[in-house]
Each structure stands twice: as C-alpha cells, then as structure tokens.
C-alpha cells in the first residue's frame, strides 16, 4: 500500500490529502463546466439532425450535394507535360 501511495505521489504529483481533494473537487468542477454540457450539447444537435433527415423523409425530400466539383489539373494547366 505504501510503494502505491508513493507511486501515486511521484507521478501524479499529489503531496496530501488536502492537495487530493483539491485535484478532486477540480474534477468535478471541469466536468460539470466542460464535459458534461458539451455531451448535452453533442445529444441535442444529433437529435435535431434526426428530427430533420425524418422530416425530410416524411417530406420526399433527398439531400442534394452542392459541393463544387474539383477541375481537372490537366484542364486548368497545373498539370504540365507533352502534348504529343
């Protein structure tokens, strides 16, 4: 227990209980600040992609791509070689 314990101080730098609980109330507080809301905020949005690939279902809509489409290097010139 004690090679533990001061395994756990070399590498982890906790130097007491006080400190410990430091560390500990510091976790918490980043996941309730940081963690938590991003994962509600992560469930909201697929929710509402759902919501919306269902009314688009409901609708008869389909999804239309409207990347621009990647030119030819050969065409623009970027691509040099013989024209032979």
């Known amino acids: 227990m004690a090679g533990l314990r001061n ?3 070399a590498n ?3 130097r007491g209980t006080q400190n410990i609980a430091a560390w500990a109330v510091a ?3 980043a ?3 940081w963690v938590k809301p991003e994962r509600e905020a992560e ?3 697929k929710a509402s992609r759902e919501r919306a690939r269902l009314f688009a279902t409901e609708k008869g809509l389909t999804e239309v791509d409207k990347r621009r489409p990647v030119a030819d290097p050969q065409d623009t010139g970027l ?3 013989s024209r032979s």
Request: net charge positive; glycine share 16%; aromatic share 16%.
């Open 7 to 9: 395994t756990i101080k």
């Open 27 to 29: 976790g918490v507080l």
């Open 79 to 81: 691509v040099r070689g």
């Open 31 to 33: 996941y309730y600040l």
């Open 43 to 45: 469930q909201e949005r």
């Open 12 to 14: 982890l730098g906790f």
